[in-house]
């Protein structure tokens, strides 16, 4: 006997069951004074549509090449069901909870469906563009962090709980988190620096990544089948894809064209760079070569890593931080993922995970006064090395939060889908490979 | 009538196929295969995860001649398959019990 819920009818059930119960109410919208400045709405229109290049295809591309053939198509499903379900929602009710209204917990639903907005409306958050674009920007990156996710789970878990996960873990999850670190939440108002997502994306994947690989299982012949990938070829051009992408992940969460997108630009290039080098050296010295896998992991290690501190470094200070990410990370994927036994396919936590923390814990090190300052906050805030050391305190509240809120909650979302639709497929589907049994689909 | 079965490296595919011409073979089956002998295969590494890959990239040969032309076969693809190293491959020799060409129905020697 199984449950043949369609996760898809039941979204849209409770999506217009809320809408109803909105629009039967005031709006109680106020909009900021318009100062929409163009370069500045150019600039970010386009780092929208990076980041949102990151998702489809860059992490369905860097995903896919590293999984076997049979499940290439199914791991790319898992971007697009992001993309797809994510918007949806986060247009709906995700981004007025996040970003509206400043209650310590959680937004309003001023904002549900974008009601109450013109064409001149700005959030307070980012006043000199349009409130419609901010809230695109944010969709981007609820996207790619429940996409990530996906990473810990692939080759194995079943796509329709898939479904639920996504839309569950955006609004269960991902919200509150955005709404405490930059929706005005207590993060926020504590003082934590995260300016492009350490903790609401990188750290809340990566725990959550965690948390769903444990529960969902070691992948059947993990650590005597070939698990080789089956084409790297297509992770490393998913690869180009996310670290140009991350130009406009950490160059647009300046959400101005200015200097300070700049400097993140910089921190978060160098920071890329360096995080490859190190992988690869480490590789070369610890196992003789110098793989094409450990450059783009040690990449994409040093730019979650910078993330958080993209805005408040300095660029140089790019070049240590991706350097302690390849490091860092390598030994995480290396040593620690094979000691404590989890099968964390892709290195969801490896990476992003322990690349979150370390990067969101660095920013308290490193943060440089001038990059933070604007009118509001003339003297920005600084770091350990100018001497601030409160802010390293500050970060590991935010890392201690993000850590329990996500790893707790992801927990529970998965065990109550598990109610109603077993998470992992069955032993022959998995050994058939999900293209067919999930999609009836193959690569020929 | 013999058909004589090649394991051969995959790179010495053309060389074979050129010797064989040589000696009046105009037909052949080729097929991608693996497998292993004493050449031993090769260990690759993903991010800590060590794979052992026993079985290395071969090709297989399929030729059907006349009995009295087999020696110089197996003679044409030993000298054109040969390296020197270990992994050159094998060739099987048996025995074709009917041969058939299937566009005009001749059999036998008229088929190969």
Partial sequence: MRMQTSPVGVVAGVIAAVSLALFAAPALAETAPSKIDAADTAWMISATGLVLMMTIPGLALFYCGMVRKKNVLATMAQSLACTMLCSILWFAVGYSLSFAGDGPWLGTFERAFMRGTTMESVSPLAATIPEMLFMMYQMTFAIITVALIAGAVADRMRFSAFLWFAGGWLIVVYVPIAHWVWGGGFLAKAGLLDFAGGTVVHLNAGIAGLVAACLVGKRYGYGTDNFAPHNLSLAVIGTGLLWVGWFGFNGGSALGANSRAAYAIAATHLAASTGALTWMALEWGIRGKPSVLGMISGAVAGLGTITPASGFVLPWHGIVIGLIAGAFCFWACTWLKLKIGYDDSLDVFGVHGVGGATGTLLTGVFAVAMLSADPDTPEGVAGLIEGNARQVLIQLYGIVATLIWSGVLTYILLKVIEFMVPLRVSQQQEIEGLDLTQHGEALQ | ?112
């Fill in chain 2, 1 to 112: 009538m013999k058909l004589v079965i090649a394991i051969i490296k995959p790179f010495k595919l053309e060389e074979v196929r050129d010797a064989l011409v040589a000696v009046g073979v105009h037909g052949m089956t080729v097929t991608e295969v693996k497998g292993y002998g004493r050449q031993k295969g090769h260990t690759e590494i993903y991010r800590g995860a060590e794979y052992a890959v026993n079985f290395l990239p071969k090709m297989r040969i399929e030729v059907a001649v006349p009995t009295d032309r087999v020696e110089k076969v197996v003679e044409a693809i030993t000298t054109s398959a040969k390296t020197g190293q270990i992994g050159d491959g094998k060739i099987f020799v048996t025995a074709i019990d009917q041969a058939l060409r299937i566009r005009t129905g001749e059999t036998d020697v008229d088929a190969l």
